[in-house]
């Protein structure tokens, strides 16, 4: 059975540096590529990036390219998501997300549980 | 950027058909995924390839893709259906980078 299990609920101060991980069992950690969704209070689900952990390609949607670190240890089947430095802005539920890959597309096919990230002075 | 077009609503009586369309510039080249998210809960995939239903998903979900626009139809909506859809695919970049629509508030009452 495919899980992905996120860490938990983090509450931070804006300016500080915060990592959240996400553990990949049940498939082939290195073969797929896996990414986050930022989903906002309220809002829309919104694609960060995503990296294949078996060579480290990543790639980085437009919106989130400099703010955010996206990385994978494969010898340990997981995931992480970085920030240097959190703004209250950055408040948000973040789900890691695997993709599966189908001619020239791809899409999510399982989701972790969602880790909530809470920036507030 | 690449953008996926989505209502922001649609609502139906218990038993209707419902229809969710998704349009965007790429989709004629590009699949289209669909979401399910209840309050409070992940995202559940319940169509992938435009059409394909994963195991689990009842057989009222269906998708469709034609030109720009994908469909998501729900066959004799449930109460229990209500919740938020959204689409997703890839731009046309070939370097598989994704995009979700806005996102369909589903009401069924």
């Given amino acids: 059975e495919v899980q992905l ?7 931070k101060k804006p300016g500080e540096s915060l990592k959240i991980s996400c ?3 049940g498939y ?4 797929y590529w896996i990414g986050w969704v930022r989903q906002m209070p309220g809002k829309g689900l919104e694609w960060m990036g995503i990296i294949y952990p078996g060579d480290s390609d990543t790639r980085y949607s437009p919106s989130f390219q400099g703010q955010v670190t996206i990385s994978a240890d494969k010898s340990i089947s997981t995931a992480y998501l970085q920030w240097s430095s959190l703004k209250a ?9 695997r993709h599966v890959e189908s001619s020239s ?6 989701w972790g549980q969602g880790t909530l990230v809470t920036v507030s002075s | 950027s690449y953008e996926l077009t989505q209502p922001p609503s649609v609502s139906v009586s218990p038993g209707q058909t419902a229809r969710i369309t998704c349009s965007g510039d790429a989709l004629p080249k590009k699949y289209a995924y669909w ?12 169509i992938y390839e435009d059409s394909k239903r994963p195991s689990g998903i009842p057989e009222r979900f269906s998708g469709s893709s034609s030109g720009t626009m994908a469909t998501l139809t729900i066959s004799g909506a449930q109460v229990e259906d209500e919740a ?4 997703y695919s890839t731009d046309s970049s070939g370097n598989h980078r994704g995009v979700f629509g806005g996102g369909t508030k589903l009401t069924v009452l």
């Fill in chain 1, 5 to 11: 299990v996120q860490s938990g609920a983090e509450v």
């Fill in chain 1, 105 to 110: 597309s791809s899409g999510i096919d399982y």
């Fill in chain 1, 89 to 97: 802005s950055d408040t948000a539920m973040y789900y890691c997300a």
């Fill in chain 2, 84 to 87: 938020d859809y959204y689409c």
């Fill in chain 2, 35 to 46: 979401y399910q998210q209840k309050s409070g809960q992940a995202p559940v995939l319940v």
């Fill in chain 1, 28 to 31: 082939s950690f290195t073969s």
């Fill in chain 1, 23 to 25: 553990k990949g069992s």
